[in-house]
């Protein structure tokens, strides 16, 4: 009978993960009832150096590549506002002390420097006395399916992310391709379910979430959703 009820549970259980658009590999962890793994950030985890202070100070900067578009226009700014946020929510949820350089100060740094993109990234870092400075570059960006005559809602961005420790201004920066496909395991969504803006926003959701495992530790179970 227990064998029966586990059984029932399981289904019902990996039903709902089916639903949410996860992976019903992550079962275990929710049948478990214990708190979940860590994934580890990797080589651009974002670290205090001891002999200075605990909290980080992080800047987020963004540059869009992309050919102009209506659509994509303010892709730089609401990169830079949502990775932020998105930094600020796991490092707290992890206990770990960082401190964000305001996006709208950014913004506004940027807009008064239109040719701001072919100064040094670290010249930039040090007028804000940034600890960090994540850099992003926009690639490419777009919201729908390729060959669904827009009518299927699928984003994909290509990043260029550029880390720049100032701690240690001898170190290299270091350098890493990121690429997102949103929705990817569930299949595309049909316009007639949301508008573009509403695609758009939960797509930069998904795509800072995600660039966010680049710097700070985050539960595995969220790489199974999508």
């Not at 289904?11 to 089916?18: D, G, H, K």
């Not at 570059?137 to 390729?146: G, K, P, T």
Request: glycine letters at 6%; one cysteine or more; hydrophobic letters at 35%.
């Amino acid at each position: 009978m227990n064998g029966f009820k586990y059984g029932l549970t399981a289904a019902v259980l990996s039903a709902v993960i089916a639903s949410a658009g996860c992976d019903a590999s992550a079962l275990p962890y929710f049948l478990a009832g214990c708190p979940e793994p860590m994934d580890q950030a990797g080589d651009m985890a974002l670290v205090p150096d001891k002999k200075k202070k605990d909290e980080l100070k992080i800047m987020v900067l963004a540059y869009s590549a992309m050919e102009p578009s209506t659509e994509f226009v303010t892709a730089d700014r609401e990169l830079q506002s949502s990775l932020s946020r998105q930094l600020l929510q796991l490092a707290k949820k992890n206990e770990e002390k960082i401190a964000m350089i305001s996006p709208g100060k950014v913004q506004e740094y940027k807009n008064a420097h239109p040719d701001w993109h072919t100064a040094r990234i670290e010249d930039i870092g040090r007028q804000f006395h940034a600890d960090y400075v994540i850099y992003l570059e926009i690639e490419s960006m777009s919201l729908y399916e390729r060959g669904g005559f827009n009518q299927l809602y699928r984003g994909r961005a290509e990043i260029g992310i550029t880390l720049v420790n100032l701690q240690k201004p001898e170190m290299d920066p270091i350098e890493k391709h990121f690429s997102c496909e949103y929705p990817k395991t569930r299949g595309p969504v049909p316009v007639d379910e949301m508008n573009a803006r509403q695609f758009y926003l939960s797509f930069m959701e998904q795509v800072t979430k995600r660039l966010s495992w680049y710097f700070v530790a985050h539960e595995s179970q969220e790489d199974y959703c999508d």
